[in-house]
C-alpha cells in the first residue's frame, strides 16, 4: 500500500512525530507550509470560523496513492487550519485517510468529527485516529507514540 505523510507543524513537535512516522512506514514525508505568513491568532479564527487558508504547493504524486496519514496539532479542539485546509483542497477520492494528532491532551470528538465530515465530502475513508500529547513530551517518547501508530497502520 502507497503511503504518504503529511503534515503541518507550528512549533515542531508535529513534525518530529511526523517524520519519525514516515521512517516507520517506508513513506515519503511532506510539510504543509502557508503560502504567505499568518499569526497563530489568525490561523485560530480562521479555524474556528471554518475558513481555508493558502497553501505553497505541495510536491506529492498522488498517482498511485492509497492511503494518506495526516499529522497535525489540534488547537482548541479543532485541528490546526493548515490542515483542514489540505484536506478539503485535495484529491482525497477513494483514498484512505488516517489521522495523528498532537496535543496537550483534551478530547478528540471535535478534532474527529471536523476531519470525517470533510472527508466524507471528499469521498474518502478515514482510517486509524489517534493522538500523542506533546505536553512536556521528550523527542524519544514522540518517536515512540509515532512507532506504536506505525504498527497499528501496518495491521
Known amino acids: 500500500m502507497k503511503t504518504a505523510v503529511v503534515y503541518y507543524s507550528r512549533f515542531g513537535s508535529t513534525a ?17 507550509e502557508l ?3 499568518c499569526s497563530i491568532l489568525g490561523l485560530m479564527i480562521r479555524t474556528a470560523l471554518g475558513k481555508s487558508v493558502r497553501l505553497a504547493p505541495l510536491k506529492l504524486d498522488w498517482q498511485g496513492l492509497d492511503r494518506l496519514v495526516l499529522c497535525a496539532p489540534i488547537w482548541g479542539g479543532l485541528p490546526a487550519n493548515p490542515a483542514l485546509s489540505f484536506l478539503r483542497a485535495s484529491p482525497l477520492k477513494g483514498k484512505v485517510v488516517a489521522i495523528l494528532f498532537t496535543c496537550g ?20 475513508q478515514l482510517g486509524p485516529v489517534e493522538a500523542v500529547n506533546t505536553r512536556k513530551a521528550r523527542d524519544a517518547d514522540l518517536e515512540a507514540k509515532a512507532l506504536a501508530f506505525a504498527n497499528v497502520l501496518k495491521g
Do not use: D, F, Y
Request: hydrophobic content about 50%.
Open 16 to 32: 518530529k512525530v511526523a517524520r519519525a512516522l514516515g521512517k516507520a512506514l517506508g513513506a515519503e514525508v511532506h510539510p504543509l
Open 35 to 37: 503560502a504567505q505568513r
Open 105 to 124: 491532551g483534551g478530547s478528540l470528538a471535535q478534532a474527529k468529527t471536523r476531519v470525517a465530515g470533510i472527508l466524507a465530502e471528499q469521498g474518502a
